[in-house]
T-cell receptor
Framework: KNEVEQSPQNLTAQEGEFITINCSYS?????LHWLQQHPGGGIVSLFM???GKKKHGRLIATINIQEKHSSLHITASHPRDSAVYIC?????????FGAGTRLTVKP | NAGVTQTPKFRILKIGQSMTLQCAQD?????MYWYRQDPGMGLKLIYY???????DKGEVPNGYNVSRSTTEDFPLRLELAAPSQTSVYFC???????????FGPGTRLTVL
């Protein structure tokens, strides 16, 4: 079993829809990261969470430490949000990654 | 700031050849990482460094070596390349407190 599980693997949405991507992990962690990998391959960091909730523009990330679960929400989705979204946990200098959720937003 | 830079962008190696993937960052980050990403798979940590002179193995270190003689540079060495090392390699650095990872653009390596 992977230490980091993401769902769904693939997600197609219409422009304007509310998107939720889920991440579950199996060990105690120091922090959880959400990353975005663009179609061209570049990777950018979206959030780092150790508790609660963070918001940046139309993106919201939440984490429940007790349930070992995090969600990434995108409000008013747009075709430019199409990318692979990756969650990763950071624990004792080690990083473990989920396989990613491929999001396609259609106009 | 250039951020994290990687060279080369693409490389084709023959089985048994060696090469060094270069990574540099100009943000004075102590923590640096090398990952590989196989098609359809998640990133896996190869090696990491918490500062100049200090390196440690990650999840998939076999077939690779690293060094960290300066804060800025973190090269990854492949000795005796094998087809299983065909992958995209990403270097990253971590800001103080672990708040944000900065990734290089990646190196696409094919071993034939």
């Amino acid at each position: 079993k992977n230490e980091v599980e993401q769902s769904p693997q693939n997600l197609t949405a219409q422009e304007g829809e509310f998107i939720t991507i889920n991440c579950s992990y199996s060990v105690g962690i120091s922090a959880l990261h959400w990353l975005q990998q663009h179609p061209g391959g570049g990777i950018v960091s979206l959030f780092m969470l150790s508790s609660g909730k963070k918001k940046h523009g139309r993106l919201i990330a939440t984490i429940n430490i007790q349930e070992k679960h995090s969600s990434l929400h995108i409000t008013a989705s747009h075709p430019r949000d199409s990318a692979v979204y990756i969650c990763a946990f950071y624990n004792n200098n080690d990083m473990r990654f989920g396989a990613g959720t491929r999001l396609t937003v259609k106009p | 700031n250039a951020g994290v830079t990687q060279t080369p962008k693409f490389r084709i190696l023959k089985i048994g050849q060696s090469m060094t993937l270069q990574c540099a960052q100009d943000m004075n980050h102590n923590y640096m990482y090398w990952y590989r990403q196989d098609p359809g798979m998640g990133l896996k940590l190869i090696y990491y460094s918490v500062g100049a002179g200090i390196t440690d193995k990650g999840e998939v270190p076999n077939g690779y070596n690293v060094s960290r003689s300066t804060t800025e540079d973190f090269p990854l060495r492949l000795e005796l390349a094998a087809p299983s090392q065909t992958s995209v390699y990403f270097c990253a650095s971590l800001s103080g407190g672990g708040f944000e990872q900065f990734f290089g653009p990646g190196t696409r390596l094919t071993v034939l």
